[in-house]
């Protein structure tokens, strides 16, 4: 017998009669609110670089659970790690705007070749809490792109005959006796490739059922376990191991999803003959946030439909609750694919002439074709230094940052092309298991209960080591940046304490903070290192990352490798030169302290037989400074008699003259400096326009990046336009638009286009 589950949506459920079911929206609800977390997303202009070029970055900053731009952040961490090692090389501040950041990162020579991690943090992305990090993307550095082509990264190791880890998922979390159960699996290798198998179901050690996997190593099958009867699974692959079935429950709920279409999910509800009629609730809610609650009386089963229409794009959870509110059942299912933001480009050709324009037009929409605006990003590159497999802004936010774990091949389940993807993600939510949803109840008291790693406002601390005889309690400092001239004043408390905030990261990249002690007073400047904070509180925590199969070399396209050369010219593999220098300080400010640093600071002298530091003339006033290169005579053994009247000398020395070498931190302690890291710099992506005569000039265009657009915004209507110049690079180039619009809609889209010099 088939019941009807009344369901309520959000915005009437506090009305109903019932007042558990307010109490389960609200128990969710607050937890969730108290929970404001920001989610970064990293879009990059390519995937592969080379030594020597910049590379560019926009960072989204949205809200966790409405997918919104967030306004909440001003300050955006960006670390540079070695993927082997996770040694730094480079860490910089960048001003968040909006909500997003657009920046750039010189690839410096000296780095080694190899993987990196581009990572960004802000105050509300990450907490201490234990909860994954996913805010980062992965780069490759190579010396030369030659050193690439042809060349396949690493494949997936999916063979028939290697070990596979090999686990099942209960619909619904448990086997029941008498009722139809639906089992998902998933086999993987040993380091997270899926693995294609083929099984058989054993009831008490006779053949029951032949299964073999859909997608990705994942499948499912369905049965109904009997009393008393033991079940077990076999894999052609590995005939020595026998896999054995939970023990089906003698009583329980079984949790079913019968049907989903683009309105509705159709869930179907039963329990064994032997439980109690009771009053169940149904809980959907998203990323924390209920969409709706329903009650019902569950004789013998029930069908529970839900409409899709107002949830949002993503994984619910649904979760089946006792008439105490105990959980009884929970499955995770994702809805409404195809409701996002379409960008659609028009326009655009098949083949352009070398330096011709390109001008193509953007609109955006939702999935009802109603003008969106939206920021969007893009970026337009030689198709050689794309990287087969990576994530893009919808499957990080609605994939990877929603489940704990390493997703395989993510894009797939959003390429419309493949027609079996609906079916492909709902077995992912089935063998991913609903306590790795990152927004059930656990983990959302996990997210309010944490506090942040990064505060929005930097912290320092005068402290005073010597107190002098006019001794005076310091009040103020200053933070100045020497090179446009700008500072600002600082306020000390009673403790000596200032604040850094956004206003004093805009002063310029590298500032410095200045203390101004009376006498002999001596202090020292503690500011904390919100890099350092970041470190500790990422250790030991999970970084999970899609995992891509590149089963195919990176694309090469008619002389795309073939060096520039023009005729008469020679190209040298490699030109090493080598002299012996002085270290010189990079900063200039730094550099022009040590110069005075040189003539005021240093004590060196020569009297006026020409002596350097000569001890018979320690105060004549005919003393000189000496001159760096010059050479002087030096006395050895110079001594004094007891009433210093006479003085015995061993011998003189001759040699040239250098000033003493000062370091950093010599410098900044003698001045009373700190070095204060502000907001990295911004610089313009150079694009050149050509017209009748600069299109003949003569010098080679290299350009591998022909657009990198990280601001476009597109009107009420949805739309905008941009244009380019394609470059002299004979080959096949690809264009990546990202983008977030309307009320949290995400969108991706790509396209290609060969250049050609004919």
């Known amino acids: 017998m088939l019941g009807a589950l009344i369901f309520a949506e959000q915005q009437t459920y506090g009305q109903q009669e019932d007042s558990l079911m307010s109490k389960l929206a609200l128990s969710i609800n607050k937890l969730a609110s108290m929970a404001k977390t920001n989610s970064i997303y990293l879009q990059t202009n390519k995937d592969i670089y080379e030594h020597d070029e910049d590379f560019w970055f926009k960072s989204w900053v949205l809200d966790s659970q409405a997918h919104q731009i967030s306004t909440l952040d001003k300050t955006l961490y960006i670390t540079l790690t070695k993927a082997s090692n996770d040694s730094i090389v480079f860490q910089e501040k960048y001003k968040i705007e909006n909500g997003t950041t657009s920046g750039h990162v010189y690839i410096e020579n000296s780095w080694p070749k190899g993987e990196y991690w581009l990572s960004a943090y802000s105050a509300h992305s990450i907490y201490d809490n234990g909860q994954p990090f996913y805010d980062r993307r992965k780069i490759h550095i190579i010396s030369h792109i030659g050193d690439a082509t042809g060349k396949a990264f690493p494949k997936n190791d999916n063979q028939s005959n290697i070990r596979t880890q090999f686990n099942v998922f209960p619909e619904g979390g448990q086997l029941i006796e008498g009722l139809r159960n639906t089992i998902a699996f998933k086999a993987v290798s040993p380091n997270g490739y899926p693995v294609k198998i083929k099984g058989t179901l054993y009831e008490s050690g006779k053949t029951l059922l032949p299964f073999e996997s859909i997608h990705d190593g994942m499948g499912k099958l369905s049965f109904v376990p009997q009393v008393n009867q033991k079940y077990t699974i076999g894999l052609e692959n590995q005939p020595d191991t026998v896999y054995i079935l939970p023990n089906p429950k003698k009583q329980g709920i079984r949790f079913y999803l019968e049907a989903q279409t683009e309105n509705e999910l159709v869930f179907n509800v039963a329990k064994t003959p032997i439980s109690l009629e009771q009053k169940i609730y149904l809980r959907i809610q998203t990323r924390g946030m209920v969409q709706f609650i329903a009650s019902g009386m569950l004789k013998d089963s029930l069908l529970i439909k839900i409409p899709l229409k107002q949830i949002p794009q993503g994984i619910v959870e649904a979760t089946l609750f006792d008439n105490e509110l105990r959980p009884l059942v929970e499955r995770l299912v994702y809805v409404n ?189 503690d500011l904390g290192n919100t890099f350092d904070k970041i470190k500790i509180a990422l250790t ?73 530091n000569c001890e018979i003339h320690v105060r004549d006033p005919d003393n000189q400074k000496p001159v760096e290169g010059k050479v002087y005579q030096s006395y050895v053994g110079f001594q004094w008699n007891s009433n210093k009247t006479e003085y015995t000398i061993r011998g003189r020395i001759t040699q040239k003259y250098e000033y003493p070498i000062f370091t950093e931190e010599e410098l900044l302690r003698k001045n009373n400096l700190t070095k204060v890291q502000g907001f990295y710099g911004k610089k313009e992506f150079y694009s050149p326009v050509y017209d009748k005569e600069t299109i003949k000039d003569p010098l080679p265009d290299y350009r591998n990046t022909l657009l990198w657009a990280p601001s476009i915004v597109t009107d009420e209507k949805g739309e905008a336009t941009v244009t380019f110049f394609c470059s002299d690079l004979n080959t096949q180039f690809i264009g990546i638009i990202e983008g977030v619009g309307g009320e949290g809609l995400l969108g991706h889209h790509d396209f290609e286009f060969f250049v050609s010099k004919n």
């Open 337 to 525: 694919l195809d409701k996002g933001m379409n960008i659609i480009v028009t326009g655009l050709e098949k083949l352009y002439a070398t330096r011709k324009m390109v001008k193509l037009k953007i609109k955006t929409t939702d999935s009802d074709n109603n003008s969106v605006p939206a920021q969007l990003s893009l970026s337009v590159f030689d198709k050689i230094y794309e990287r087969l497999g990576k994530k893009n802004i919808l499957t990080h936010y609605y994939l990877s940052t929603q489940l704990k774990g390493n997703i395989h091949n993510p894009d797939y389940y959003f390429d419309k092309s493949n027609k079996d993807r609906s079916d492909a993600l709902d077995l992912l939510m089935l063998t991913q298991g609903w306590r790795k949803y990152t927004w059930d109840d656990e983990s959302i008291q996990k997210r309010a209960e944490a506090k942040n790693v990064v505060l929005p406002v930097e912290t320092g601390t005068l402290r005073q080591l010597k107190i002098g005889k006019d001794h005076r309690p310091q009040r103020t400092m200053v933070l100045f940046n020497p090179d446009n001239n700008t500072s600002q004043i600082l306020e000390l408390d009673d403790n000596g304490t200032f604040k850094l905030d956004e206003s004093s990261f805009t002063m310029g990249r590298r500032l410095f903070l200045k203390h101004f002690p009376i006498d002999n007073d001596e202090y020292r400047v």
């Open 540 to 612: 030991g925590k999970v970084k999970p990352y899609p995992i891509f199969e590149n089963k195919d070399s990176i694309p090469q396209f008619d002389s795309l490798t073939t060096p520039w050369q023009e005729q008469g010219t020679i190209t040298l593999e490699e030109v090493k030169v080598s002299a012996r220098k002085k270290s010189v300080f990079r900063d200039k400010y730094l550099g022009q302290l040590d110069s005075l640093a040189k003539l005021d600071i240093n004590t060196d002298y020569v009297c006026i037989s020409g002596i350097l």
